[in-house]
């Protein structure tokens, strides 16, 4: 979805290594044919940490985003360093406690929107309530 | 130009970061064994609780103000510190491929990192650094103060002046001119400066040099007869804006590597002191491995406790001995016979111990990691066990294989009872989101 906005030369990820890394096949003759084709494999790393010093984890407790896929028990992404735009999925602080809800800023108002029917919105008062931002969820990893 | 970041009250911005119910709240941080207050908020400062002193003497405050207290939790705080310098060396352009790069970072302590400013424009300094601290603060959540100058000596004053009034300085203070620098140095008394020990201190100011300035104006020759030749001579350059003390290399390997740690309870058994002992050796033998180095001489030192109830504030009597090896090695069963021998020599029955630690030293690049022509076959398959365990550990953590010497139940272990979840490093310890 939004993979250009982290793609390029911003990638600060644990993607590093060099064609040296890449363990070549051990084989002599005809067979070291397919030599030319290995590749190191699949990080998951690579693809869902872009940003590593501002990349942490989180463990869902609660039904708030289940309209979002995110459910309870699920591990969510969190990133630092994106910026919390409206209709992100964000970690909020609000009175001390951590939030996981869809942001909706609009004019100056802020609202932290679950997605089940269960909990109603909050709006935020910014003059009565500690609230900030934690940071913004980039990805969640669901168990089937 | 130099930098000097420090993160402000590093442990308990770690240990804030996951609790927003403790923000602007008065938190302290314990060092280990939950002896002393090592780290403070600001706000525990301001309700007068002091720095390192023992926890039992800060107790009614504590418990009066409602002070939340923590155990150290160094799997937090190194996570928390390594995230702060990755950020600084993408900040300063040091990329990960680029090894031959010269670094700008130098990790200075867990919680310090000097960097290397000479590529940007004096005029730019200020907003420079204002915009590390808003990344650093933004990616990682732990504020850092920041003190710019033309050398290190120069740039850790700065940061003190940066930390000591920070709704003036926005946490950032730079000292760009030879005419900030005088004011800065006539503001600061001689025994505030990095680099100035006590007992140098107290020779200065009986001698009238109170100021830093009046140090700064000392001639180089004065310096090298009466503050230590070479290093004095430095100290006075660094004062006057000329780089004496240059950016280190980064990780240098160790020349020793020592583990020692508090118990949680006076040990009086020998089994018990072995078992800490071994423990130890593992740990330190661990860290030779990652080194690539081997070992030519193992040292063993055990403190007992003072008998005389008086005596309470004394050092106790710490005994210490060390073996030479026949051929430096990096095995941790090796190193852990010898150091159990010495530990038997060491021991006296009925004394109750309360500290132990290891040393290793002589080290010398470690030969045994190419397998090695010339010696028998099973040296090498030893090495390869080695690397199998610290993987294993590595990846499954709290030392999930390890030598039976190292004992299986630890009663003598330090005493962590207060200590957070390793938000950062550990599945089992994420922070939960409603």
Redesign the interface.
């Known amino acids: 979805m939004e993979l250009e906005q982290f793609s390029g030369i911003n990638y600060?990820g644990s993607k590093?290594f060099?064609q040296w890394d890449i363990p070549t096949a051990n084989a002599t003759g005809f067979g070291a044919a397919a030599d030319d084709y290995m590749e190191r494999g699949i990080d998951l790393n690579e693809q869902l940490v872009r940003?590593?010093?501002?990349t942490?984890?989180?463990?869902?407790?609660?039904d708030?985003m289940t309209g979002a896929g995110i459910f309870n028990g699920d591990?969510?992404i969190v990133d630092?360093?994106v910026k919390a735009v409206n209709g992100k999925v964000i970690?909020a602080?609000l009175n001390?406690?951590?939030?996981?809800r869809r942001f909706e800023k609009n004019f100056n108002k802020i609202r932290l929107v679950p997605e089940t029917p269960k909990l109603s919105p909050i709006d935020i008062d910014l003059s009565g309530s500690?609230f900030?931002i934690?940071g913004v969820v980039t990805y969640v990893i669901h168990s089937l | 130009m130099k930098a000097i970041v420090d993160c402000n009250s590093f442990y308990c911005s770690c240990e804030r970061l996951f609790r927003p119910d403790l923000w602007n709240k008065p938190v302290v941080v314990l060092s280990n064994n939950d002896g002393c207050i090592i780290s403070r908020s600001d706000e525990a400062r301001q309700l007068g609780v002091g720095m390192a002193i023992p926890y039992f003497q800060a107790r009614h405050i504590i418990e009066k103000n409602d002070i939340a207290v923590f155990s150290s939790n160094y799997h937090l705080y190194g996570d928390m510190s390594r995230r702060v310098m990755d950020t600084l060396r993408i900040l300063a352009g040091e990329t990960a491929e680029d090894d031959e790069a010269p670094a700008r970072v130098e990790v200075y302590s867990v919680d310090e990192a000097f960097m290397d400013l000479s590529a940007i424009p004096t005029g730019d300094l200020t907003s420079y650094a204002k915009h590390i601290k808003d990344t650093v603060e933004q990616w990682t959540g732990i504020s850092v103060s920041i003190g710019v100058a033309p050398t290190k000596t120069l740039a850790k004053l700065a940061n003190i002046m940066a930390k000591k009034n920070k709704k003036e300085s926005g946490c950032v203070k730079v000292l760009a001119t030879e005419e900030e620098q005088r004011l800065a140095l006539q503001q600061t008394r001689v025994d505030n400066l990095w680099g100035v020990g006590r007992s140098y201190a107290a020779k200065l100011i009986n001698w009238g040099i109170t100021s830093g300035w009046e140090l700064r104006n000392m001639p180089e020759e004065w310096a090298h007869t009466n503050m230590g030749g070479v290093v004095g001579v430095r100290l006075i350059r660094e004062l006057r804006g000329i780089p004496a003390i240059v950016m280190e290399e980064e990780l240098v390997n160790k020349k020793m590597i020592a583990t020692t740690r508090m118990f949680g309870r006076p040990v009086t058994a020998l089994h018990e002191l072995k078992e800490a002992v071994a423990t130890y050796i593992s740990r330190a033998a661990e860290k030779l491995r990652r080194q690539e180095s081997a070992a030519k001489v193992v040292s063993v030192f055990i403190v007992s406790k003072e008998q005389d109830h008086l005596a309470d504030f004394k050092r106790g009597g710490t005994i210490s001995n060390y073996t030479t090896l026949p051929k430096s090695t990096s095995l941790t069963h090796e190193l852990i016979k010898s150091a159990v021998e010495l530990v038997e020599q060491l021991y006296e029955n009925g004394k109750e111990y309360k500290k132990a630690g290891v040393m290793l030293s002589g080290l010398v690049p470690d030969d045994s990691i190419q397998g090695n022509l010339f010696v028998p076959a099973a040296e090498n398959q030893h090495r390869f066990l080695m690397n199998t365990i610290d993987n294993i550990n590595f990846s499954m953590r709290d030392d999930s294989v390890k030598f039976g010497s190292s004992g299986m139940n630890k009663n003598w272990k330090m005493r962590q009872e207060l200590r957070s979840d390793r938000y950062s490093s550990r599945w089992e310890d994420l922070k939960g989101v409603r």
């Open positions: 600060k590093r060099t940003n590593k010093p501002a942490f984890f989180m463990r869902v407790t609660g708030a591990v969510v630092r360093s970690i602080t001390g406690e951590m939030l996981i500690e900030s934690w």
